[in-house]
């Protein structure tokens, strides 16, 4: 926690820097990206997870953080779609734009260029994966609501793994079209059920966990988000080019939007259990940058008490939407220390596509 503090005073002074590496010396650029979303996450959100987990949390080991800036092209207070698309796109886009500038014009996402790179590719989440989040690295349509044109992107391209809710937009279509058909068609094991998916063992995979959303974690998800994860990245490391993959804890929103301080608690704790399974990943590998992040802030969400003790958190709320306020962005690996200091959002896909040297 020390060393924690102390890199974000040194972050706020200025005296961290992108050679504090060793100067003169070539810096290490990684082999993977893993970029994670706490759907909703800001400082607080982060705060109550550490103080009901007894004052700790797997994110402390991130070795460098900075905040991004989420206005999106049209709101001071941006949403997920917007917010995802500046990470996937690295330009500003209108609240419920998916995978568009503001003109609403189709761009390539770092998915898409990591794909027409060689690089394997995957998206996990803990909503249908047609949602705001993940469709905006895959998908490009003008409005996040339109999922069943979201579902038909998926079919555009050749991402190795996606494990999330959303089947219905995939087999209950308006157009009476099947695309699990189309899906195995294109090569995919199209799995639906976490059994199902771990027993995949190569090829692509198309893992379905429910109709539409997967419940929240303490009603029925469970392991899922860890499970999943797992699975997308022993898939995805089967390629030596390297990979990208996109996890979500998407349901952190979730519990903002309902001020319900228990559903943040239990949906953050499940996001950082698989950060620290992501983290060990990576320092085993030695090749893979892992960045953490949210599209925004959800609730309002504040810290009135607390005991870190018995991990008691007593929350309070301004909002059941979104807010404006900056959000961090913690990273680790090869590449982590780009991450430091103060940019808008879309410098992430800037220096995610440098990490991986798609520009």
Avoid at 116 to 145: D, E
């Amino acid at each position: 926690m020390k060393k924690l503090v102390l890199t974000v005073a040194l972050v706020v002074t200025g005296l961290v820097s992108h050679a504090q590496t060793n100067v003169g010396t070539p810096v290490k650029r990684p082999k993977n990206v893993i970029l994670m979303i706490g759907d909703g996450m800001g400082v607080s959100q982060i705060y109550a997870g550490m103080v009901a987990n007894k004052n700790t949390l797997n994110l402390e080991r991130s070795q460098f953080i900075g905040f991004h800036k989420n206005q999106s092209a049209d709101s001071f207070i941006t949403d997920s779609a917007a917010g995802a698309t500046a990470f996937s796109i690295g330009k500003k886009a209108k609240n419920g734009g998916i995978g568009v500038d503001a003109q609403e014009r189709p761009q390539t996402t770092i998915l898409e260029s990591a794909e027409a790179n060689g690089l394997a590719t995957g998206l996990v989440a803990t909503c249908s994966v047609t949602h705001a989040t993940p469709a905006s690295f895959i998908a490009h349509q003008p409005k996040r609501s339109m999922m069943e044109e979201i579902a038909a992107d998926f079919l555009k391209t050749d991402i190795d793994v996606f494990i999330g809710g959303g089947r219905s937009y995939f087999n209950q279509r308006k157009d009476g079209v099947n695309l699990l058909d189309n899906l195995k068609t294109n090569g995919y094991q199209v799995a639906n059920s976490m059994d199902e998916i771990e027993k995949v063992s190569k090829g692509k995979l198309a893992g379905f966990l429910a109709d539409k959303e997967q419940p929240r974690f303490s009603m029925g998800r469970g392991e899922e988000l860890s499970r999943s994860s797992k699975k997308a990245l022993d898939l995805l490391k089967q390629n030596e080019k390297g990979f990208f993959l996109m996890v979500e804890g998407s349901q952190i929103d979730w519990g903002g939007h309902a001020n319900d301080t228990d559903y943040i608690v239990e949906e953050m704790k499940d996001f950082d259990k698989v950060i620290g399974e992501v983290f060990d990943f990576a320092a085993k590998d030695g090749n893979t940058l892992v960045i953490i992040t949210a599209d925004h802030e959800t609730g309002g969400f504040s810290i009135n008490g607390g005991n870190t003790e018995t991990g008691e958190v007593k929350g309070a709320y301004t909002t059941k939407g979104h807010t404006g306020v900056m959000i961090p962005v913690l990273a680790f690996g090869p590449g982590a220390e780009a991450f430091s200091g103060f940019y808008e959002n879309t410098a992430i896909y800037d220096k995610m596509m440098e990490a991986l040297q798609l520009k």
